[in-house]
């Protein structure tokens, strides 16, 4: 399948999904555990700890998703400045956010140099940037 702007973005069922859903109704179930076990404390511990099981399990759930981003992030950064040296012979310039840089990264070569200075001279946004793009570079490796 060819990947272009209105196609490119992946949810995994299994994570986006499932395990946000259980996730969330999880925490909700141990907060409601928790509430009704106030008044009569009878299981008020193994109800917090419960609670404080799903709540690490959201923070984990969600440092699962921005630890690798984070770090792919600093490898297309680093790929996009080294396509830009090598297109224009010149460094990449600073001043680009790495939203604009990961967004960039779908542009194909013979657009990239123009889509660049476009970015940096009307400060278009990843989506603006992603939008201008007129022939669409595939990114499959992106989790």
Request: with cysteine.
């Amino acid at each position: 399948m060819e990947q272009n702007y209105k196609n490119h973005a992946r949810l995994v069922f299994g994570f986006h999904g499932v395990l946000s859903i259980l996730l969330v109704a999880g925490l909700i179930g141990s907060v409601m555990n928790f509430y009704t076990s106030l008044p009569s404390s009878s299981n008020l511990y193994s109800a917090s700890l419960i609670m404080l099981l799903f709540i690490c399990g959201i923070i984990m759930f969600a440092f699962t998703r921005l630890f690798p981003l984070k770090a792919q992030d600093r490898a297309i950064r680093a790929e996009e400045n080294f396509r830009y040296y090598l297109l224009t012979g010149k460094p990449f310039p600073p001043a680009l956010r790495t939203g604009q840089i990961v967004a960039l990264r779908f542009a194909s070569d013979e657009e990239f140099p123009a889509l660049v200075a476009r970015a940096l001279d009307e400060n278009l946004k990843s989506k603006e940037i992603k939008q201008s793009i007129q022939k669409w570079k595939a990114d499959h490796y992106r989790v």
